[in-house]
T-cell receptor, first 114, second 109 residues
Framework: DAGVIQSPRHEVTEMGQEVTLRCKPI?????LFWYRQTMMRGLELLIY????????DSGMPEDRFSAKMPNASFSTLKIQPSEPRDSAVYFC????????????FGPGTRLTVL | AQTVTQSQPEMSVQEAETVTLSCTYD???????LFWYKQPPSRQMILVIR??????QNATENRFSVNFQKAAKSFSLKISDSQLGDAAMYFC??????FGKGTSLLVTP
């Protein structure tokens, strides 16, 4: 298996633009997680899906952020409009079973908002 | 609310020596899972070890072991026979949802 795939690996955009980050989990995994990592705040869980259904989105910072999982093999995290404070590395992770099992992380997307 | 604290921003160890990374947490739950993840310069997060709170036996994975003290809410990671490839950021996590700020481990030859 290729592992968790994220695209793009790097994204540079201007403030106010829409940004869409993509994730393909490991085949057979039914849990998917989006995280954000910054120097100031560390690694934060944004949202957790189980069987394509959002279970916990309490970490989503504000209405500008939205996440979808239309099927078991694809998820998106969208920021609209983007702001400079959204600059971070965004990780997607997947696991089988519950959120307490081992998670497999993707390589991350480094987002820079100018 | 749950919290996870890693009080050592940086640690250094010589190759082949042993180092212990500290992690404390706070929770009112009685059953939970704790994790240690490694993040090398490549940025890839990798699971090092997992501990289930209801298991009294400390988890072990090759050179990595934990000292889990449930009453003290402490979950330290011991790395034995340190190798240059162990150099990385190490994160303690509660339930895969709450992460500590990390400890940067430097391994010197």
């Amino acid at each position: 298996d290729a592992g968790v795939i994220q695209s793009p690996r790097h994204e540079v955009t201007e403030m106010g633009q829409e940004v869409t980050l993509r994730c393909k989990p490991i085949s057979g995994h039914n849990s998917l997680f989006w995280y954000r990592q910054t120097m100031m705040r560390g690694l934060e869980l944004l949202i957790y899906f189980n069987n394509n259904v959002p279970i916990d989105d309490s970490g989503m910072p504000e209405d500008r952020f939205s996440a979808k999982m239309p099927n078991a093999s694809f998820s998106t995290l969208k920021i609209q409009p983007s702001e400079p404070r959204d600059s971070a590395v965004y990780f997607c992770a997947s696991s089988s079973g519950s959120s307490y099992n081992e998670q497999f992380f993707g390589p991350g997307t480094r987002l820079t908002v100018l | 609310a749950q919290t996870v604290t890693q009080s050592q921003p940086e640690m250094s160890v010589q190759e082949a020596e042993t180092v212990t990374l500290s992690c404390t947490y706070d929770t009112s739950e009685s059953d939970y899972y704790l994790f240690w993840y490694k993040q090398p310069p490549s940025r890839q997060m990798i699971l090092v070890i997992r501990q289930e709170a209801y298991k009294q036996q400390n988890a072990t994975e090759n050179r990595f072991s934990v000292n889990f003290q449930k009453a003290a809410k402490s979950f330290s990671l011991k790395i034995s026979d340190s190798q240059l490839g162990d150099a990385a950021m190490y994160f303690c996590a509660y339930h895969n949802a709450l992460f500590g700020k990390g400890t940067s481990l430097l391994v010197t030859p």
